[in-house]
Each structure stands twice: as structure tokens, then as C-alpha cells.
């Protein structure tokens, strides 16, 4: 029994070293001849802020202000709920010195075996050219070096180009399952001012589509106006910061009476 327990402790370690983030990027280093990959940082964040705000379409399909030097920054700090830094990889990559993609990816979420991909976004210039074809096939090959089996992503219903891309790269959508002939569906709102709730809400849309519930992300600043008509949404996730109000029943107040949302 001890020498089992002391084998498959062993097999376990070998297989978390396997799926170590550290992994991944050393396999996409090694899959993209001609390109130079490094964790985000502060000493590329200005190159990460450029690249996303040149995504300009993409931020207008979406309805969100473009990112400023401080969205940036949270980009490749953030994480899902209940995951560490340990299972992130910001990887940013360049050619020719020029910062062509970056690439937001959660090792073992929401699953073990499972790699959730938080951002993957080329340069507007390099769009359309058959290079995030080619530069997620080495993704995925350094996922399955690194020893996961299935990746799932989320994807705003407005953005239909990225969903094209996504199903071209082999992705499906989960399917929707009804109740009483209608689907289950849950209309999200939130905002795009803190970094963490977008993602937030695309962590949740992926997830729930495994026992097939749409999520409909309405990711807006103009919140403050909808979230007064609860016929609108089902679920509001906001960030509330309640230490400097000084009013320990805030919280309450705000949120949990039958007025609050006026």
C-alpha cells in the first residue's frame, strides 16, 4: 500500500510539473521559429496597450472603451475565480522586434485537464493573414505537451468574427438545452471599467455552456441605467467597494432592498 501511494503521488507531481505554466511557454518558444515570446510585464506593457487598442473594431463590436496603460496592465495579472498565478501564462509575442499577438491562457480551469484561453489577440495589421491560424496550432500543441486534453474559451455574441475564427479552428458551440420549449438562457451584465468582470462573464459563458445554459454578455458603461430595470438582466456582477462609505449596512442597503436598484 505505501509503495502504491508513494508511486501514484509521484505520478501526480510528474503530471502537475507537465502542466506547469512554465511548460507551455517553453513549447511555443520552441513550435514559432522567428518569434520571440515573453511573460507580460510591466517592461512591455505599453507594447500590450498598443496592440489592444489597435484592435479597434473588435472593442466597438464589444462595447468597450479601449484599454488604457493600466488595463493593460491588469490584462496579465488577472485571473479566473478560484485559480492561482501559478496556473497563468501571459505570453506575448514578437517579430522583428514588432509585438504582433498576445495570448491570456489559465492552465487546469475550470477543470484539471482543461486550458481556458482568457485573450488571444493579434495586431490589427496582422489580421487575415492565415498567422493566428498558424500560431494556434503550435497553442495547441503545446497544450497537449503540457498535458491538457480539451481547451474551451468564451466569446462575446456580438464579436461574429471571432466566432468564425474559433469554429474554423474546430471549436463548437456547446449546445443550448430548453425548458418548457424555451432555451435556458441568462442575460449577464456588467462593465468594462474593471478588467476582472469581462472576463468574469466569459469564464461563466464557457462554463455553463457544458450543461448547456446561454450566457448573453451585455458588457456596457452605461450599466448604471440598466441595472435599474431588473426586466432587463438576470445576473449583475459588479466590483463594490464599500470601506471608504464609512456605512457598515452599504452593502445591504445597496443591494438587498426591494428599492435598491433605484
Request: proline residues 5%.
Amino acid at each position: 500500500s505505501a509503495i502504491l501511494q508513494t508511486f501514484f503521488s509521484e505520478m501526480r507531481e510528474k503530471q502537475r510539473a507537465k502542466r506547469a505554466p512554465g511548460t507551455l511557454i517553453r513549447s511555443l518558444r520552441g513550435g514559432l521559429p522567428g518569434y520571440t515570446i515573453v511573460e507580460g510585464s510591466e517592461e512591455n506593457a505599453e507594447d500590450i496597450q498598443k496592440l489592444m487598442a489597435g484592435n479597434e473594431e473588435y472593442f466597438r463590436l464589444v462595447k468597450e472603451k479601449l484599454p488604457t496603460l493600466e488595463g493593460a496592465r491588469e490584462s496579465y495579472t488577472i485571473l479566473p475565480p478560484n485559480t492561482s498565478r501559478e496556473q497563468k501564462t501571459f505570453a506575448v509575442f514578437y517579430k522583428k522586434g514588432k509585438c504582433t499577438a498576445v495570448l491570456d491562457f489559465i492552465q487546469g480551469y475550470p477543470k484539471e485537464s482543461v486550458g481556458f484561453i482568457g485573450l488571444f489577440m493579434l495586431a490589427a495589421d496582422c489580421q487575415g493573414k492565415g498567422i493566428g491560424k498558424k500560431m494556434f496550432r503550435h497553442i495547441c500543441e503545446a497544450a497537449e505537451k503540457a498535458g491538457l486534453e480539451k481547451l474551451r474559451l468564451g466569446c462575446y455574441a456580438a464579436n461574429e468574427p471571432g466566432r468564425i475564427f474559433w469554429e474554423k479552428q474546430g471549436f463548437q458551440l456547446a449546445e443550448i438545452q430548453e425548458k418548457d420549449g424555451q432555451k435556458l438562457e441568462i442575460r449577464w451584465l456588467t462593465y468594462p471599467s474593471r478588467q476582472e468582470l469581462p472576463l468574469l462573464a466569459e469564464s461563466a459563458q464557457a462554463t455553463l455552456k457544458e450543461i448547456g445554459m446561454d450566457v448573453q454578455i451585455n458588457c456596457t458603461s452605461d450599466n448604471n441605467t440598466i441595472r435599474k430595470d431588473p426586466t432587463l438582466w438576470d445576473v449583475y456582477a459588479s466590483a463594490m467597494v464599500t470601506a471608504p462609505t464609512g456605512d457598515p449596512e452599504y452593502f445591504f442597503t445597496t443591494c438587498a432592498l426591494d428599492n435598491s436598484v433605484s
